[in-house]
């Protein structure tokens, strides 16, 4: 059984960063694109971007390529998400998700559970 | 980058009928002659499920009263007959271009 465990809910500060961890389980992540979506409270769903955990290169959505940092550990079967410079805007739910490598068609496989990320002074 | 353009906002449906979603992409999500157009259901306080891909195929475990079709950019995800453990909310998303972009969402109740 595939699983995505997601560290536990944060509470930043502004202008402070983040790090989110996703634990994969019953996939090797090298054969994996693993993907970050976030979801505001009430809203709907949002693409932050991507890293393949083989060779670390990562694409981003526009308006988070300064906010997000994208890496993965192969070792521990781990994606992480650093969000750097928080504001209250950066308060949602964010989400890993797992695209196999067996297809190319861009959809997310598997989910984690999502983490709430606070921000607040 | 794609827009994708979901109706209604919310559905309100009687149990055991038709529920009809739309999801209109601004431009084309066709590679390799497959609709790179993927459905999902979120249920309240849980984590998205894939439901349908590449348009119309099934996701495993996903049942035949789930139903993907398309005609001109406009994409339709059917649900017959309702049942009461539909109630959620049901997001479009295309896999062709970064960003991959979703829907807005459409709220699932039932009348």
């Known amino acids: 059984e595939v699983q995505l465990q997601q560290s536990g809910a944060e509470l930043g500060k502004p202008g402070t960063s983040v790090k989110l961890s996703c634990k994969v389980s019953?996939?090797?992540?090298?054969?994996?694109?693993m993907h970050w979506v976030n979801q505001r409270p009430g809203k709907g769903l949002e693409w932050i971007g991507r890293?393949?955990?083989?060779?670390?290169?990562?694409i981003y959505a526009e308006k988070f390529k300064s906010k997000a940092t994208l890496t993965a550990d192969t070792s521990s079967n781990t994606a992480y998400m650093q969000l750097s410079q928080l504001k209250s805007d950066d308060t949602a739910i964010y989400f890993c998700?797992?695209?196999?490598?067996?297809?190319?068609?861009?959809?997310?496989?598997?989910w984690g559970q999502g983490v709430m990320v606070t921000v607040s002074s | 980058n794609i827009v994708l353009t979901q109706s209604p906002a919310s559905l309100a449906v009687i149990l055991g009928q038709k529920a009809t979603i739309s999801c209109t992409a601004s431009?084309?999500?066709?590679?390799?002659?497959?609709?790179?157009m993927h459905w999902y259901q979120q249920k309240p306080g849980q984590l998205p499920k894939i439901l349908i891909y590449?348009?119309?195929s099934r996701a495993p475990g996903i049942p035949a009263r789930f139903s993907g079709d398309e005609a001109e950019l406009n994409f339709t995800l059917t649900i017959e007959p309702v049942e009461a453990d539909d109630v959620a909310t049901y997001y479009c998303?295309?896999?062709?271009?970064?960003?991959?972009?979703f829907g807005a969402g459409t709220k699932l109740e039932l009348k």
């Open positions: 590449n348009e119309f």
């Open positions: 998303q295309q896999g062709l271009t970064f960003p991959l972009t």
């Open positions: 890293i393949d955990p083989a060779n670390g290169n990562t």
């Open positions: 998700a797992l695209q196999g490598l067996l297809q190319w068609w861009g959809y997310f496989d598997y």
């Open positions: 019953g996939y090797n992540i090298r054969s994996t694109y």
């Open positions: 431009e084309s999500v066709n590679k390799f002659g497959i609709n790179l």
